[in-house]
């Protein structure tokens, strides 16, 4: 499948990664305002840039989920915003609309259900993480978070609950990787596609967009410990700089699977589909 750039929307896209098959599936759509948002670009990038953004001056960031199928099991990464939308107005400043409600059809799409999913592993628990994880086939399946995001969390999902450490296995070849800073607790997974495979990374809200490579240290509006996130953010992309790594970064609007490559100091995200 290929990917199909909508200004608000990135359509389901599928990437075969060794043993294990991700698929994007598409919730929804944010609106972020760019410079309040990542409020220590300059104005003149976004001038430079302004191409990347919609009709009402935001910059889009998709919403949705990771499906990873291995074998007969499946799991999946988050669960979207859910069926909701939310006016600009009753958003917080930073931000435009904010909707979803397209998840359930993208997982049917993909030719799977809520009950096949075993596991559930969260990068971190805001509202656009866990919006779909009340739902009813979903309650025999593991749900897990660092610790530090279930001690926080305000909205507890359907399954059981399980806290990962830096570095456990949550799922077959899914390893966490500890990347505080958005979050006290964000996680990032490794994905491992098999002794000869390639390897994937997901990234999680450690970066919003592609156009955030152009300076690691520009901190987002609602990171928790902007300095925390740097740091996570040179980590992550050190893991996405290994040759053959697959990046899925599922706030990329139009390009949440690519590939990292660096030209001296500067960063460029290469969209696969």
Known sequence: MSTAVNRHVT??????LGTHR???????HV???PRAWFPDSPEAFWADHAGHLDEEGFLPASVGALLVEYRDRAMLFDTGFGPARIPADHTIPPLGRIEGGGLPDALAAAGSTWEAVDTVAFTHLHDDHVGWAGQ????GARFAASAAEWRGAHRRPAGQPVAVEDGQEVFPGVTALATP???PGHLSYLIRGGPDGPD?????????????LADL??????DIDP???VRSRHKVVAELSRPGVTGFAGHFSGAVFGRLSASGSRLRWHPLG
């Open 22 to 28: 991700l698929t994007y599936l598409p919730d929804g």
């Open 136 to 139: 009813e086939g979903l309650r």
């Open 227 to 229: 300095a925390e996130a």
């Open 31 to 33: 609106q972020l305002n």
């Open 200 to 212: 994937a990374v997901v990234v999680g809200d450690v970066l919003h967009s592609a156009l955030q």
């Open 11 to 16: 359509d389901l896209v599928r990437v075969e």
């Open 181 to 183: 800073g958005h979050t």
């Open 217 to 222: 240290t520009w901190r987002a509006a609602s």
